[in-house]
Nanobody, 130 residues
Framework: QLQASGGGLVQPGSSLRLSCAAS????????VGWFRQAPGKEREGVAG????????FYVDSVKGRFTISRDNAKNTMYLQMNDLEPEDTAVYFC?????????????????????????WGQGTQVTVSS
């Protein structure tokens, strides 16, 4: 029900925009966010946005470089990633959860808070390398 796209291979300092299109669910009723998982590492939160689109939250490592947004009319969310670093290399997943607070907890603490409640996309690979 969530389809992530937009990943690729880019050089350090480049930009990418990830998209996550929803089908069969209406994103208006969900807080949405992005997670990532690098090889050999645990999945981690990246950024989230509340149902009303007014509240956004980010992990420290991406603040000032990444911007999350949503277009409910298109039933789609986005992650604009600027000034990419090799440490950003990972598979990026989108998620949608009915609870703003739970989504925030998943982003800022542990993704497993969302394990039972959220819809997840299939992931898109982002590789940052010179």
């Amino acid at each position: 029900q969530l389809q992530a796209s937009g990943g690729g291979l880019v050089q350090p300092g480049s930009s990418l925009r990830l998209s996550c299109a929803a089908s069969e669910i209406t994103l208006d009723y969900y807080a949405v966010g992005w997670f990532r998982q690098a090889p050999g590492k645990e999945r981690e939160g990246v950024a989230g946005i509340g149902k009303d689109g007014q509240i956004t939250f980010y992990v420290d490592s991406v603040k000032g470089r990444f911007t999350i947004s949503r277009d409910n009319a298109k039933n789609t969310m986005y992650l604009q990633m600027n000034d990419l670093e090799p440490e950003d290399t990972a598979v990026y997943f989108c998620a949608a959860d009915p609870s703003d607070n739970r989504l925030r907890a998943g982003i800022q603490s542990n993704w497993q808070y969302l394990k039972a409640s959220a819809y997840w996309g299939q992931g898109t690979q982002v590789t940052v390398s010179s």
